[in-house]
């Protein structure tokens, strides 16, 4: 499992990790509950933005100095790319939230506490899959080809899923909680449970919360080996990822008001994943350059991005 990642690099990207969100925490503590309004929403995107840019800036200079500008360019590129496809498909999970919070119509005051929450799962999740990932694909390079062909089935039932309506109403995590746990109907602030009569119930926060985790675990098993075809670097396929969902939160607020602009993107999101999965299933065959691909997922998202600003949704008008 070969790694550009030492103690100094590990260190100096964990201490980042957790100042960003301590900071992002005392901030929001300090505001209070409130509602996020998109302005606050845009300055917090684009400051998590610049914050994987200036780690990646850094990543840069120490390879330059210590392993010379040919490594430093092609991890930095290598970094870049994982990030953006990560930072892609983390909208997708943007969408899914969306769904889980309107159908149980979360308070705009406790969106921001269910979202940090499910960030901090998402790291810890993500870490033991890619540590785990990055084991048995050094070990068993076919596994690159299994998780080709499974990219390709995943962007083929996203493209095909694109269009229709999304329901939580047959969630197989959803049913089992209905069946199982008794759940009341109302929130009681930011609890998980409360007590009726002397029996123990589960608020709406609670499912809100177990939702979000199964979106994680599910949305990880999408994303994760899509970086594999970028690099199996656990350095970078970590640090990309993480700095992708450190801004999850902002970006649900910058969305929030904005999904039906981008109707197209899920249809862009699918056709990125068949990218990549092809890529993976001819890297013995022709290895197609780093650039060209961080080049082809940009210009995928562009595209879709463009063409939903320019083109209403079926049965609707522009937003």
Do not use: C
């Amino acid at each position: 499992m070969q790694t550009i990642g030492n103690p100094w690099l590990w260190g100096g990207f964990v201490a980042v990790v957790i100042a960003a969100l301590l900071i992002d925490l005392v901030l929001m503590r300090h505001g209070g509950p409130h509602k996020v309004t998109f302005k606050e929403a845009l300055l917090w995107s684009i400051g998590w933005v610049a914050l994987a840019l200036a780690f990646n800036a850094g990543l840069w200079y120490y390879l330059n100095e210590t392993a010379g500008t040919a490594v430093a360019n092609e991890i930095g590129l290598q970094f870049l790319t994982g990030y953006l496809i990560e930072k892609a498909l983390a909208v997708d999970n943007i969408f899914v939230f969306l769904l889980i919070m309107g159908y149980f119509a979360v308070p705009e005051t406790a969106r921001q506490r269910v979202l940090i929450i499910g960030i901090l799962g998402a790291i810890a999740l993500r870490t033991v899959m890619i540590f785990a990932g990055t084991v048995l694909v050094s070990q068993f390079h076919w596994l690159l080809y299994v998780f080709g062909a499974f990219l390709l089935f995943t962007g083929w039932k996203m493209w095909f899923a694109a269009g229709q309506e999304p329901s939580l109403d047959d969630n197989p995590a959803l049913k089992f909680m209905r069946r199982h746990l008794r759940i009341t109907h109302e929130y009681n602030g930011n609890r998980l449970m409360a007590e009726k009569n002397g029996v123990r119930w589960f608020t709406p926060m609670f499912v809100v919360l177990v939702l979000i985790a199964v979106t994680d675990v599910i949305f990880a098993v999408d994303s994760i080996p899509a970086i594999f075809a970028i690099t199996t670097d656990p350095f970078i396929v970590l640090t990309s990822n993480v700095f992708a969902v450190l801004g999850l939160r902002a970006m649900f607020f910058l969305l929030a008001g904005m999904a039906d602009r981008f109707h197209l993107l899920p249809y862009g999101l699918a056709v990125i994943l068949g990218f990549i999965g092809a890529k993976m299933l001819l890297i013995d065959l022709y290895k197609i350059p780093v650039p060209v691909s961080l080049g082809v997922v940009a210009a995928i998202l562009l595209v879709t991005m463009v063409l939903s600003l320019k083109l209403p949704p079926k049965g609707g008008h522009k937003a």
